[in-house]
C-alpha cells in the first residue's frame, strides 16, 4: 500500500487516528500505521500529541512480537467531559458523559413555562452548573455543552427555528443565538443541533463503531428524523438540517403537514398522529387509561405498553405505524447503502422490539443490496437519552477529533 504522506499535514489525520483507537482500541502503533497507510513517524508524531494532550494512554499491556514488544493504546475515557442537553416540548434532559461515552450523570427538569428564548438560557444555564458541580467536574475538564432540539436549526447562528404549528414548543422563540448567549454566561465552548443529528454521532460514537461502516439512524419523538454517518463524520447538507425522514411525502396529496407538504411520513407514523388515532377509537383511552390532560409522550407510553402486552386495538395501531416507518428505514438504507441501522429516541423506548421487528423483516425482503450485504439494525441501550447523550458526543468528538464538521467556539 502506497503510504499517504500527504495525509498526515491535512486536519483530518488525529480524527483519523482517534477513530481507529475508539473504534478498535486495544491498538498498537504498528496496526494503526497498516490500517491507515500513513509512515510510522507521521503515526507516532499523532500519537505522542494524543497523549501529550491527554485523549490516549497506553494500556501498560503489550503484545510479544520478535522485534521489540508493542504498547496498546485506548481512549482515555477521563480526558474529557461533554454535556448535552436535550430542549423538548416540557423537559430539559442533561447527561454528561466520558470521552468514551459512558454517562457520568443525568438530570431532568422541567421547561420554563413561559417558553421565551431568554428564560430557556438562563434556565440551561443554571441546568449546566447544578449538574457539573453536583458531579464535582473541574471547569477545565468539560469540553463543552451541546444543546439539541426538534429541528430545523441554524447551526452557523447556534438557533432554533420556530416551526408553524409548534406553538407549544419551548423552542418557539427563534430570535436568540443560544451559543452567544451561553458560551458566554458558562465560559465553555457550546453548540446548538437537531436530536436526530446527535443522536446519530452518539450512536455511532458510544457503540465504537468502525468508521469504515456506513451508519443511519431512525430517531423518534414526537417527530421523526434520521442521520447517517460516512466515514466517520455525520453528513449535515447545505445547512446541516440533512435526514428530515418525517418530511418526505408518502401520500400523494395527503395529510398536510406543518412542513408546508401533504403526506409527509411524520402525518402517518409520528407518537403524537398515533396518540390522536386512539383518542378517536370509541373506549380505547378510557380502557387504557390514557386521561384528557395526558401529553403526548405519556399517552404514547401507555398506548406501546398496551400493544406490547397484547392489547389488539393498540398493538393495530402500532403495527401500522411501524410498517409505515420501515418504508422509510428501506428508503434510507437503499439511498445510502447503510450497512447498520440503530432506532433511537423517547418513540422507541416501549415498543422499540415492535419497530426493530417490523423493520429487519422489510428491509430483508426489500433493501436494494440486500443480496450483497444485510442490513444491521439494533435499537438504542438509552433511547430516551440518546439525543442529550448524543450531544455530549457532539462535544467530545469535536474537541478531542476535530475535522468531522462544525467545529466548537474556542473557550472564553
Known amino acids: 500500500m502506497a503510504r499517504r504522506e500527504s495525509a498526515a499535514a491535512?486536519?483530518?489525520?488525529?480524527?483519523?487516528?482517534v477513530d481507529l483507537i475508539r473504534s478498535s482500541g486495544p491498538i498498537s502503533r504498528v496496526e494503526l500505521v497498516n490500517a491507515t497507510g500513513l509512515t510510522q513517524p507521521t503515526i507516532s508524531n499523532i500519537v505522542r500529541r494524543l497523549i501529550d494532550d491527554g485523549v490516549v494512554r497506553e494500556t501498560g499491556d503489550t503484545v510479544a512480537t520478535r522485534g521489540k514488544p508493542r504498547a496498546m493504546l485506548v481512549i482515555n475515557s477521563r480526558a474529557a467531559y461533554g454535556v448535552g442537553i436535550h430542549v423538548g416540548a416540557d423537559t430539559l434532559t442533561c447527561v454528561v458523559t466520558d470521552t468514551r461515552g459512558g454517562?457520568?450523570?443525568?438530570?431532568?427538569?422541567?421547561?420554563?413555562?413561559?417558553?421565551?428564548?431568554?428564560?430557556?438560557?438562563?434556565?440551561l444555564a443554571t441546568l449546566y452548573h447544578e449538574v457539573t458541580h453536583g458531579l464535582g467536574l473541574p471547569p477545565q475538564s468539560v469540553a463543552g455543552m451541546?444543546?439539541?432540539?426538534?429541528?430545523?436549526?441554524?447551526?452557523?447562528?447556534?438557533?432554533?427555528?420556530?416551526?408553524?404549528?409548534?406553538?407549544?414548543?419551548?423552542t418557539r422563540g427563534a430570535g436568540l443565538d443560544l451559543t452567544h448567549a451561553l458560551t458566554g454566561r458558562l465560559g465553555v465552548p457550546v453548540l446548538v443541533d437537531s436530536d436526530a443529528a446527535?443522536?446519530?454521532?452518539?450512536?455511532?460514537?458510544?457503540?465504537?463503531?468502525?468508521?469504515?461502516?456506513?451508519?443511519?439512524?431512525?430517531?423518534m419523538n414526537s417527530g421523526i428524523g434520521s442521520g447517517v454517518v460516512l466515514d466517520g463524520a455525520l453528513?449535515?447538507?447545505?445547512?446541516?438540517?440533512?435526514?428530515?425522514?418525517?418530511?418526505?411525502?408518502?401520500?400523494r396529496d395527503g395529510e398536510p403537514c406543518h412542513c408546508g407538504s401533504r403526506g409527509c411520513l411524520e402525518q402517518y407514523a409520528a407518537p403524537r398522529v398515533l396518540v390522536?388515532?386512539?383518542?378517536?377509537?370509541?373506549?380505547?383511552?378510557?380502557?387504557?387509561?390514557?386521561?384528557?390532560?395526558?401529553?403526548?409522550?405519556?399517552?404514547?407510553?401507555?398506548?406501546?405498553?398496551?400493544?406490547?402486552?397484547?392489547?389488539?386495538?393498540?398493538?393495530a395501531l402500532l403495527d401500522e405505524s411501524a410498517a409505515m416507518l420501515a418504508e422509510g428505514a428501506v428508503l434510507l438504507a437503499n439511498m445510502w447503502d447503510i450497512d447498520t441501522?440503530?432506532?433511537?429516541?423517547?418513540?422507541?423506548?416501549?415498543?422499540?422490539?415492535?419497530?426493530?421487528?417490523?423493520?429487519?423483516?422489510?428491509?430483508?425482503?426489500?433493501?436494494?443490496?440486500?443480496?450483497?450485504?444485510?442490513v444491521r439494525v439494533?435499537?438504542?441501550?438509552?433511547?430516551?437519552?440518546?439525543?442529550?447523550?448524543?450531544?455530549?458526543?457532539?462535544v467530545l468528538q469535536g474537541s478531542v477529533a476535530p475535522g468531522h464538521g462544525p467545529e466548537l467556539a474556542a473557550r472564553v
Open 103 to 123: 454517562t457520568v450523570g443525568r438530570q431532568l427538569v422541567a421547561a420554563p413555562a413561559d417558553g421565551r428564548p431568554e428564560s430557556v438560557a438562563a434556565r
Open 276 to 315: 390522536a388515532r386512539a383518542r378517536a377509537v370509541r373506549g380505547l383511552t378510557r380502557r387504557l387509561r390514557i386521561r384528557t390532560e395526558d401529553d403526548d409522550a405519556r399517552a404514547f407510553d401507555v398506548l406501546a405498553r398496551a400493544a406490547i402486552y397484547g392489547d389488539e386495538q393498540a398493538r
Open 235 to 251: 453528513h449535515r447538507g447545505a445547512s446541516s438540517n440533512a435526514g428530515k425522514l418525517g418530511h418526505v411525502p408518502i401520500v
Open 341 to 374: 441501522l440503530v432506532l433511537a429516541g423517547p418513540g422507541f423506548a416501549v415498543a422499540g422490539s415492535i419497530y426493530v421487528t417490523e423493520i429487519r423483516r422489510r428491509l430483508a425482503e426489500r433493501a436494494f443490496a440486500r443480496d450483497v450485504h444485510n
Open 10 to 17: 491535512g486536519p483530518g489525520s488525529r480524527a483519523l487516528i
Open 146 to 170: 451541546a444543546v439539541v432540539g426538534p429541528g430545523p436549526v441554524d447551526v452557523t447562528r447556534g438557533r432554533f427555528l420556530a416551526l408553524p404549528g409548534r406553538e407549544g414548543s419551548v
Open 198 to 219: 446527535a443522536a446519530t454521532v452518539g450512536e455511532f460514537w458510544g457503540r465504537q463503531v468502525s468508521r469504515e461502516r456506513t451508519f443511519g439512524c431512525l430517531y
Open 378 to 394: 439494533d435499537l438504542s441501550s438509552n433511547p430516551r437519552d440518546s439525543a442529550a447523550i448524543g450531544g455530549a458526543a457532539l
